[in-house]
């Protein structure tokens, strides 16, 4: 069972440069949403969805922009990467019982900068 | 913005001791999610609670909802050194609807005392 899938796990960029992250879940969930991890500041949410078709921002949206493909696909893109934004991304998705919502997480895909 | 305190920041453990761990906020949460986090890993869920007062195991680990809403706490009973690693409480503020997303407290690391 995969579970949340993204990918690349590790990329370098160049100051400028786009670049898409891609993820995929295979648990029927509605919600997906993108995290940032950054020393110190524990996760931050950068844009989130709660349904295929649709896209919030979070905490921290400035310089992203996101797709949600399909209910399976969520995508998260850089169009100018700038060194504020080296950090660990976290692509998570969920689903609600009847009592909550649970999430889970990517294993993440580590972001440089130069 | 809502905040989560998480404490302690830091702990060193001895094989055998029980780990005590909690997050406080000033807002009132529907839902309790502890985390843990290995280095290079996603975060990956141990304990989900839904309801005050609550009091869930998952092996050595309790957690529970506090009665008001606004803290959870997290214990380890007999640790073993595959526990090192970062815990993150999260609280969400609502389910259903386009919310969902979680608050993360900054973590309370856990090492091996030397």
């Known amino acids: 069972n995969a579970g949340v899938t993204q990918t690349p796990k590790f990329q370098v960029l160049k100051t400028g440069q786009s670049m898409t992250l891609q993820c995929a879940q295979d648990m029927n969930h509605n919600s997906m949403y993108w995290y940032r991890q950054d020393p110190g500041m524990g996760l931050r949410l950068i844009y989130y969805s709660a349904s295929e078709g649709t896209t919030d921002k979070g905490e921290v949206p400035n310089g992203y922009n996101v797709s949600r493909l399909n209910k399976r696909e969520f995508s998260l893109r850089l169009e100018s990467a700038a060194p504020s934004q080296t950090s660990v991304y976290f692509c998570?998705?969920?689903?609600?019982?009847?009592?909550?919502?649970?999430?889970?997480f990517g294993e993440g895909s580590w972001l440089t900068v130069v | 913005g809502q905040q989560l305190n998480q404490s302690p920041q830091s702990m060193f453990i001895q094989e055998g001791e029980d780990v005590s761990m909690n997050c406080t906020s000033s807002s009132i949460f529907n839902t309790w999610l502890w985390y843990k986090q290995d280095p290079g890993e996603g975060p990956v869920l141990l304990i989900a609670l839904y309801k005050a007062g609550e009091l869930t195991s998952n092996g050595r680990l309790t957690a529970q909802f506090g009665i008001t809403r606004k803290d959870s706490f997290l214990n380890i009973s007999a640790s073993i050194p595959s526990d090192v690693g970062i815990y993150f409480c999260?609280?969400?503020?609502?389910?259903?609807?386009?919310?969902?997303?979680?608050?993360f407290g900054k973590g309370t690391k856990l090492s091996v005392k030397p």
């Open positions: 998570a998705s969920s689903h609600q019982t009847g009592t909550g919502n649970t999430i889970y």
């Open positions: 999260a609280g969400q503020l609502s389910y259903g609807g386009s919310q969902g997303n979680l608050i």
